[in-house]
C-alpha cells in the first residue's frame, strides 16, 4: 500500500531545495552553509547527540546580529513553508477520501449523513435539522496576528501552485512550476517580514476581509452544493434558494473592550469597507452570469424585466438585459460606498451615483437574480440556473449586502460609568452606588416610559459628561444609524448581573429613538440581541443564576419574545475562565454554566444560544472543533452555535478554499449529531470525580499563579512578555486598562499564552493536571478509567492536554531560565518543569500509554520533525532578549527586528500564537 504522506514530504523537499537556492542566492554561499551547519547540528542534538549540541551553541553564539536575523528568517521561512505544505496536503487527503475507492473522511459531509442515518434517523428528521441549522462563526483580530497580510497573500499563491502540482505534469510544465515556486519564496524572502507600525482595527478589518475575499467566498458555495447533494441523496429534496446553515460575523473593528483605539467612527468605516468588498465580489459575479447567461427561451415575467431596464430599446437576449441592469447598480454601489469612504459623500446624501440607485436593501438585489433562476427552470434549462446563479443566490443568503455582520463589544463597567454620569446630571442620584434591586427598578421604569431620558445634545456632544463616558453613548448613537443586516450582537464583558443587561437595552432603545440610518444605510434594523458575556470562574458558578434572574424580569421577557422571538444568546469565555483556574477547571466550569444556561431557557420558555468565546490554543479553550462540539452538554447545541476564529486559526482552518469547505462541513456534521443522535449518559459518579479533579487542579493552579511570591517576577523574566508591547503586532493593548503593575491578572488572555508559546512551556494547557490525574489514580482508579473510556468531554479535555504536553519542552524552557532568570527565581522554573514531567508522567499512566499521541501519529511526526528546526530559533531568541533587556528602551531596532523574525518563526514551528 503506497504511503498517503509521501506527496507531503516530496513538497517539503521541493520546497526545502527552493529554499536553499534562494539563499545561496541572496544572501551568498556563506549563509546557506551556516543554515546547513545549525540544521545538521540541530536534528544531531534532538537525536540525543551532546556533543552537537555543543557544537550549534558555539556556533549561533558566534554569529553577528545580522548573521542572527538571516539564519532566524531561513528557519522561519522553512517552517512557514512546511505549513504551506501541510495545508494542501490536507486538502489532497480530502479530495482522496473524496474518491469511490476511499472511504469517506471522517466528519465529511458524505460521512456524517451516512452515520446518522444508519442510527436510526429518519430523512425528514434529517432535512428539517439541516433547514433549522443556525451557525455563526466570527472572525475576530488577534493581538499577536505575526505574519503580516502580504506575506499570506504569497503564502496562498505558494498553495495554489503546489496545488496545481498534483496533477502529471510535462517536463516542460514541471519547469514552468517550479520556476513559479521559486519567483513566490524569492518575492518572499526579499519582504520585510516586520510591521513597521502598529495595526489599526481598520487594518485588522481588513485582514478579515481578505479571508473572505480569497477563500471563503469560494468556499461557501462548494460547501453548500456538497450539502445539497447529500440532502437529494438521503431525503430526496435538496437546499432551499434562501439556505444559509452557516453565516459569519466579525469582532474586527468592533471590540472596543479594552481597545481605545476602537471609536464609534472606526466601527462606522469598517462596516462600510465590508459593504464595499461584498458589492465588488458581488459585481464579479454578475459579469461572469452576464457572460455565461446568453440564453434567449425566458417566461413573459423575465421578458417584462428585461424591456424595462432600458425602455425602448429592443431586448435580444434577456438575461443578460436583466443583469445589465444588477450590473450598473452594482457599478454605482460600488462608486457610492467609495465616495462614501473618502468623505466625499456622506450618509444623508441621496443613496444615488451616476443617475442610479444604490443597493441598500439585500431584497432588491436578490429580486432580479432569483427570477432568472425561476426563469432558467421554467423554460427547460434548470442545469443552467443551478450553476454559477444559485451559488450567487446562496452567497447573497450567507453574506449578505455586508459581507460580516460587526458585533460590538464593551466591558459593563464602561456602560455603568455612563449611566451613573447621566444620572449624577439629570439630578437622579449616583447609579453607581445602587442595590442591583434599586438598578432594574430604574432602569425597568425608564424603559417603560415614553419620555426619553438623555438630553438630545448628549449624542453629539459630551458637555458634562468624560470622553469615555461619552464614547459610549456616541457608540450606541453610531449602531443605531446602521440599516439592517450590518450589526449582529451587543456583547457585555464581565456581565454577572441583569442590570448589566439591562443598561444596554436602555441606551439602545434611547439611541434608536434619537437616531435613524442615514438615506444610504438602507431601512432601519431591529435592535441588536445583548449578550452577556461569563468569563471568570465566579461568573460561570453564577451564570444560570443570572440568566435566571434576568428571565424573570417582565419587561426583558415581552422584549425577548416579540423583537428576538424569544431567543436568547449568551456568550462564554474559555480564554479568562482559562487564566483564573487552570484548563481543567475551567472545562468542568464551561460545562456546568452551559448546563446551568440551558436549564434557566428550559423554564422560561426561551431558547437558548450558546456563543462559545474559543481561542486558537489548548489553553484559550481551542482544539478539534467536531470533537469539542462532542464534549458539549446534552441539550446545549440544539441547531444554533455561535463560535469565535480567532486571528491565526483563521488563516489555518479558512486560508484556503478546500481546508474552508472542510471545516464548514465539520461544524455542520458535529452540530447535526448534537441535536439529533443519543448523547451518552453522565453518570453522576464521573461529576463527582470532575468536581474532585477541578478542585485540585484549580487549586494547584492558582497555588503557582496566583499565590507563588515568585511567580510574577519570573513569569516576566523567563518569558517575552515585557517584550510584546515593543512589538507591532495588534491594535489593542496587551494589558486591560489600568494594568501598568505588571501582575497577571491585567494581562489579557491571548498574549499571555502566547509567551507560554514562545519558550514552549505551554503551562495554561498543563498546570494542575498533574495534580488532578495522581489524587484520581489514586483514590479512584476505576471510576477514572470509567469516565475517561465513556465521557466525551473528559475524553476532548484530556487529548486536548495530551497534544500540549507533545508539544511542550522543558529542555527548551530550562535554557531561558538559566540565562534571563535571576539566580534566586530560577527554583521556582525548576519546580514548574518537574510539574510538567508530572502531569506527563500521570496523563500516560491514565490513558495506559507509553509514549504521547500513539493515537495520532501524523501530529506526533509532525512535532518531531519541526523540533530541530524551532530550536535554533529558541536559542538565537535567548540571546536576543538578554541583549535586548541588556540595552533597555534604547535597545538597537535591528534587535527588536531580529527578536520578531524569531517570534514569527517559533509561532510558525508551534503552529500557534495565543
Not at 462596516?271 to 464579479?284: D, N, P, T, Y
Amino acid at each position: 500500500m503506497s504511503d498517503p504522506h509521501a506527496p507531503l514530504r516530496a513538497d517539503v523537499r521541493l520546497l526545502g531545495d527552493i529554499l536553499g537556492q534562494t539563499l545561496a542566492e541572496q544572501g551568498g554561499p556563506a549563509l546557506l552553509a551556516t543554515v546547513e551547519a545549525v540544521r545538521t547540528r540541530s536534528k544531531a542534538a534532538r537525536a540525543g547527540d551532546a556533543a552537537a549540541g555543543a557544537e550549534l551553541d558555539a556556533l549561533l553564539a558566534g554569529l553577528s546580529l545580522d548573521e542572527m536575523t538571516q539564519v532566524g528568517r531561513a528557519f522561519a521561512w522553512f517552517l512557514s513553508l512546511a505549513n504551506i505544505a501541510e495545508q494542501h496536503h490536507r486538502i489532497r487527503r480530502r479530495r482522496d477520501h473524496q474518491r469511490a475507492d476511499h472511504p469517506p473522511q471522517r466528519g465529511s459531509i458524505v460521512e456524517g449523513f451516512r452515520r446518522m442515518r444508519a442510527a436510526g434517523v429518519s430523512p425528514e428528521a434529517l432535512r428539517q435539522a439541516v433547514l433549522a441549522l443556525d451557525i455563526e462563526l466570527v472572525f475576530t483580530a488577534h493581538p499577536t496576528q505575526v505574519v503580516r497580510r502580504t506575506l499570506l497573500q504569497k503564502h496562498r499563491r505558494i498553495a495554489d501552485l503546489l496545488a496545481d502540482r498534483d496533477r502529471d505534469l510535462t517536463p516542460v510544465e514541471d519547469a514552468a512550476s517550479r520556476l513559479s515556486l521559486r519567483r513566490q519564496v524569492v518575492s518572499g524572502w526579499l519582504t520585510d517580514e516586520v510591521n513597521r507600525r502598529r495595526p489599526t482595527p481598520e487594518d485588522e478589518a481588513r485582514g478579515g476581509l481578505v479571508a473572505i475575499e480569497q477563500s471563503v467566498w469560494e468556499a461557501v458555495p462548494a460547501f453548500l452544493r456538497q450539502l445539497d447533494a447529500a440532502l437529494v441523496e438521503h431525503t430526496g429534496q435538496g437546499l432551499p434558494l434562501d439556505a444559509a446553515p452557516i453565516r459569519f460575523a466579525s469582532w474586527m473593528g468592533g471590540d472596543r473592550d479594552g481597545n481605545p483605539n476602537v471609536t464609534p467612527e472606526t466601527t462606522a468605516r469598517v462596516l462600510l469597507l465590508g459593504r464595499w468588498m461584498a458589492a465588488s465580489l458581488v459585481l464579479a459575479q454578475v459579469d461572469h452570469l452576464r457572460s455565461e447567461l446568453s440564453l434567449v427561451p425566458a417566461t413573459d415575467a423575465l421578458w417584462a424585466a428585461a424591456r424595462a431596464v432600458r425602455p425602448g430599446t429592443p431586448v435580444r437576449e434577456p438575461y443578460r438585459e436583466v443583469l445589465r441592469g444588477v450590473r450598473d447598480r452594482l457599478r454605482a454601489t460600488v462608486r457610492y460606498l467609495e465616495h462614501r469612504l473618502d468623505g466625499r459623500l456622506r450618509p444623508d446624501d441621496p443613496p444615488v451615483f451616476d443617475g442610479l440607485p444604490v443597493y441598500t436593501d439585500i431584497e432588491d438585489l436578490r429580486a432580479p437574480l432569483r427570477l432568472c433562476w425561476q426563469s432558467l427552470h421554467d423554460c427547460g434549462a434548470g442545469v443552467v440556473a443551478d450553476g454559477r446563479l444559485r451559488d450567487l443566490l446562496w452567497r447573497l443568503s450567507c453574506f449578505g449586502l455586508h459581507l460580516l455582520r460587526l458585533d460590538i463589544r464593551q466591558e459593563s463597567t464602561r456602560h455603568t460609568a455612563a449611566m451613573d454620569a447621566l444620572t449624577r446630571h439629570l439630578g437622579l442620584g449616583a447609579y453607581a452606588t445602587w442595590s442591583e434591586e434599586q438598578r432594574v427598578d430604574f432602569l425597568t421604569a425608564q424603559l417603560t416610559s415614553p419620555r426619553p431620558l438623555v438630553p438630545p445634545a448628549l449624542w453629539w456632544e459630551p458637555g458634562p459628561l468624560s470622553a469615555e463616558e461619552h464614547d459610549v453613548l456616541a457608540t450606541f448613537a453610531m449602531a443605531a444609524r446602521q440599516g439592517r443586516g450590518a450589526l449582529g450582537a451587543y456583547v457585555i464583558s464581565m456581565a454577572t448581573a441583569p442590570s448589566d443587561v439591562l443598561v444596554v437595552e436602555l441606551f439602545q432603545r434611547e439611541a434608536r429613538a434619537a437616531n435613524r440610518p442615514g438615506a444610504g444605510d438602507g431601512p432601519p434594523a431591529p435592535p441588536q440581541r445583548v449578550v452577556p458575556l461569563f468569563e471568570t470562574l465566579s461568573d460561570l458558578d453564577g451564570a444560570g443564576d443570572s440568566l435566571a434572574a434576568l428571565l424573570a424580569v417582565p419587561w426583558y421577557r415581552t422584549h425577548l419574545r416579540v423583537v428576538h422571538g424569544d431567543r436568547q444568546e449568551v456568550m462564554l469565555g474559555y480564554s479568562d475562565s482559562a487564566k483564573d483556574a487552570g484548563r481543567l477547571a475551567a472545562a468542568w466550569a464551561l460545562y456546568r454554566a452551559q448546563e446551568d444556561l440551558v436549564a434557566a431557557c428550559a423554564e422560561a420558555g426561551a431558547r437558548l444560544t450558546l456563543f462559545h468565546g474559543r481561542g486558537g490554543t489548548v489553553g484559550r479553550g481551542g482544539g478539534p472543533t467536531h470533537q469539542a462540539i462532542r464534549a458539549q452538554p446534552p441539550g446545549s447545541i440544539q441547531g444554533r452555535l455561535r463560535v469565535t476564529e480567532q486571528g491565526e486559526m483563521i488563516q489555518a482552518k479558512f486560508g484556503l478554499p478546500g481546508l474552508a469547505v472542510r471545516n464548514l462541513e465539520l461544524y455542520t456534521t458535529a452540530v447535526l449529531e448534537a441535536g439529533l443522535l443519543p448523547q451518552p449518559e453522565v453518570k453522576p459518579q464521573w461529576r463527582e470525580l470532575m468536581d474532585g479533579l477541578a478542585d485540585r487542579s484549580c487549586a494547584a493552579w492558582r497555588s503557582i499563579v496566583r499565590d507563588h511570591p515568585d511567580f510574577v517576577a519570573w513569569f516576566r523574566t523567563a518569558t517575552p512578555e515585557r517584550e510584546l508591547g515593543r512589538l507591532n503586532v495588534g491594535s489593542r493593548p496587551a494589558r486591560r486598562p489600568g494594568g501598568t503593575d505588571g501582575g497577571v491578572a491585567s494581562l489579557r488572555a491571548i498574549p499571555w499564552v502566547f509567551a507560554w508559546t514562545q519558550v514552549r512551556l505551554m503551562l495554561p494547557g498543563w498546570l494542575g493536571v498533574g495534580e488532578a490525574l495522581a489524587w484520581a489514580r489514586e483514590h479512584h482508579p476505576e471510576l477514572l478509567a470509567d469516565a475517561v473510556a465513556g465521557w466525551p468531554l473528559l475524553q476532548s479535555t484530556l487529548a486536548l492536554v495530551e497534544m500540549v504536553l507533545a508539544k511542550a519542552d522543558p529542555d527548551i524552557a530550562a535554557r531561558y531560565d538559566a540565562v534571563l532568570v535571576p539566580p534566586a527565581l530560577q527554583p521556582l522554573g525548576a519546580e514548574l518543569r518537574a510539574r510538567l514531567e508530572r502531569a506527563r508522567r500521570e496523563l500516560l499512566a491514565t490513558l495506559g500509554h507509553d509514549e504521547l499521541l500513539v493515537d495520532n501519529p501524523v501530529l506526533q511526526r509532525s512535532i518531531r520533525v519541526r523540533n530541530p528546526y524551532v530550536d535554533p530559533l529558541n536559542l538565537l531568541q535567548i540571546e536576543l532578549l538578554r541583549r535586548v533587556r541588556q540595552q533597555g528602551e534604547d535597545a538597537d531596532p535591528r534587535l527588536v527586528d531580529a527578536l520578531l523574525v524569531t517570534i514569527n518563526g517559533i509561532a510558525a514551528g508551534m503552529r500557534n500564537t495565543g
